[in-house]
């Protein structure tokens, strides 16, 4: 509770004083003459070069190309401007919360608002400044902000039981980027008809908080409620790439507006060697994936009990809108019941790291904090499959999981019937698609594997299962090899190819029994898209070994009810 607050207050904070300096009254009597003669020149020497491409020398001096630069000069005007700017901000800051924090208000709560809220007698220090691209069209920027401050402000906390908890935070220390765009470019002072701001990263936040008059822990669950909401607040309000508008000058800025830009699709598939957090039985673990932490945006696995390499092989989809500079991030958790389930690992990946239009199946290793990079203990590692299709795009490429097939009567109905039992007779999940066809697996040879013999030999077959229907087929053995070939080609048909799962075991034959020399697991994903390929594929659970396989699909036509 006390962390996340911090934040709201800290953001907000920052987003008052930027825009404070632009509709402030006081601001603009008071600085007119000093601060914004140098953002005036700026602004003209940015419209008269317009055409041009610009290099460091257009800049001020202030300013170095694609570098950070200290503002003594932006931080001196501020000191002497602060209580004309603290007014004006203290009070936007106040309005533009309390509908935010009403918006995600949960339901145990009657009210959350400010019965108090000053920022105090310190301003804060503007301690660098990135010039991002700028040209015909605007100009982006990133100043880093800097504050320990000494405000006053008390938050009311009233639940329908009638207990109040006013909340004091005292002595703020903030520290984090705001991303400004200014746009468009014009001819006209101040030269630009519309700053755009949002909080690009959060570095660092301290603060006081002092219960008034109450107690935090009276009402059991109070704090993890609170938390919640205004974690959705902030990340669903001015955390990048949301951003404000702040029309300028009259016009039509509709184009500033933040939109998606394209869907991610992700298939989680598997787990391998998961640190054990349980002392009796194995972990119990589940996987939570977001690209923006928002509850209603995050997606959560089906748990799998007491197993360390789990298979999941579950589709998620999230809508992207700055592929940039957003990623995606996967959490292991192990469940554990009624308690709050412990973190195995995390991972990441970088969407500007994906080609549109085009599978990346990856192994990420887990880690304990993706800010903090020094742990270096085994945690295992998640394997997915990604797929990026932008909004709009003309190059040929398809989206699998587009939901472009009808459904027959019979599903129809079936579907109606367990959707509204669910959602009370309002329909409005997204369909299943339904890929169905004929696969065709070629386990031509197998490189390097693990002897198992006291000859240092063995007698591998391959053991090829379809997941979902369980069918079966084996390779023929090949007596005393650790390279052998088989050139087998094994047919299944396959009643859901994007869902289903092709699993490869590795054995040795021995005349009393079994040994079991590794295995790899793959999904139909690739092969849908790419309709035929080769690929060597390295045995998991195994010292050492490869197969090379060839897979080939055949998509049968589904005739539906029109």
């Known amino acids: 509770m006390s962390f996340v607050l911090g934040v709201v207050i800290g953001v907000f904070v920052g987003v008052g004083l930027i825009v404070g300096f632009v509709k402030s009254e006081n601001y603009r009597s008071k600085c007119r003459s000093e601060l914004a003669t140098t953002v005036a020149a700026f602004a003209r020497m940015t419209v008269e070069d317009s055409r041009k491409i610009f290099t460091p020398e257009q800049y001020?001096?202030?300013?170095?190309?694609s570098n950070q630069q200290k503002l003594n000069?932006?931080?001196?005007?501020?000191?002497?401007?602060?209580?004309?700017?603290?007014?004006?901000?203290?009070?936007?800051?106040?309005?533009?919360?309390?509908?935010?924090?009403?918006?995600?208000?949960?339901?145990i709560l009657a009210s959350l608002k400010f019965s108090k809220f000053t920022l105090g007698t310190v301003a804060p220090q503007f301690t660098g400044i990135s010039i991002l691209e700028g040209g015909s069209e605007g100009i982006t920027m990133e100043l880093e902000m800097n504050w320990d401050g000494n405000p006053s402000i008390i938050l009311d906390i009233m639940t329908y039981v009638g207990v109040g908890l006013p909340v004091q935070v005292k002595n703020i220390g903030f520290t984090g980027i705001f991303r400004?765009?200014?746009?468009?470019?014009?001819?006209?002072?101040?030269?630009?008809?519309?700053?755009?701001?949002?909080?690009r990263k959060k570095k660092k936040l301290d603060f006081t908080l002092k219960v008034v008059g109450g107690d935090m822990t009276a009402i059991p669950g109070i704090s993890d409620a609170i938390e919640g909401t205004i974690r959705d607040a902030i990340e669903d309000s001015i955390t990048w790439p949301v951003r404000k508008i702040i029309p300028i000058l009259p016009g039509d800025y509709s184009d500033l507006e933040l939109k998606p830009t394209g869907v991610l699709e992700v298939k989680l598939v598997q787990a391998k060697e998961l640190t054990n957090k349980d002392i009796i039985g194995k972990s119990d673990p589940f996987a939570e994936l977001y690209v923006r932490p928002v509850r209603d945006r995050m997606k959560k696995s089906k748990t799998i009990n007491n197993e360390l390499n789990p298979i999941w092989n579950e589709h998620f989809e999230f809508v992207v809108e700055d592929p940039l500079t957003q990623h995606l991030v996967i959490k292991i958790y192990d469940d554990e019941g009624l308690q709050a389930a412990e973190l195995i690992g995390c991972a990441h990946v970088r969407l500007n790291e994906l080609e549109p239009g085009k599978v990346k199946d990856v192994w990420l290793k887990l880690v304990k904090d993706l800010e903090i990079q020094r742990d270096q203990k085994d945690r295992g590692q998640v394997h997915l499959e990604l797929l990026y299709c932008p909004y709009g795009t003309t190059n040929g490429f398809s989206n699998p999981f587009a939901d472009n097939v009808q459904l027959t009567s019979l599903e129809k109905v079936l579907k109606s019937?367990?959707?509204?039992?669910?959602?009370?007779?309002?329909?409005?999940?997204r369909k299943d698609v339904i890929v169905r066809g004929?696969?065709?697996?070629?386990?031509?040879s197998a490189e390097d594997l693990a002897p198992t013999d006291l000859m240092g030999k063995a007698d591998p077959y391959v053991v090829v299962t379809m997941k979902k229907t369980e069918t079966k087929n084996k390779?023929?053995?090949?007596?005393?090899?650790?390279?052998?070939?088989w050139n087998q080609t094994f047919d299944f048909v396959v009643e859901d190819g994007?869902?289903?799962?092709?699993i490869l075991e590795v054995w040795d034959h021995d005349t009393f029994g079994k040994d079991y020399m590794g295995r790899c697991i793959l999904t139909l994903t690739r092969v849908l898209m790419e309709g035929e390929y080769k690929g060597t594929f390295e045995l998991d659970g195994a010292k050492s070994g490869k197969l090379n396989l060839h897979l080939k699909w055949a998509p049968q036509p589904l005739y539906r009810d029109s």
């Open 438 to 444: 004929v696969l065709s697996v070629t386990v031509i």
């Open 475 to 485: 390779t023929r053995v090949v007596p005393e090899s650790l390279n052998p070939v």
């Open 498 to 502: 994007l869902h289903d799962m092709l």
């Open 60 to 65: 001020p001096p202030w300013v170095v190309f």
């Open 73 to 107: 000069w932006l931080n001196s005007h501020l000191e002497k401007i602060w209580p004309f700017v603290d007014e004006a901000a203290s009070e936007l800051v106040k309005s533009s919360v309390e509908p935010i924090l009403e918006q995600y208000r949960p339901m």
């Open 180 to 199: 400004l765009i200014f746009r468009p470019l014009v001819d006209e002072f101040p030269c630009f008809g519309a700053v755009c701001y949002s909080l």
């Open 417 to 429: 019937g367990a959707e509204a039992a669910q959602n009370g007779g309002e329909i409005n999940r």
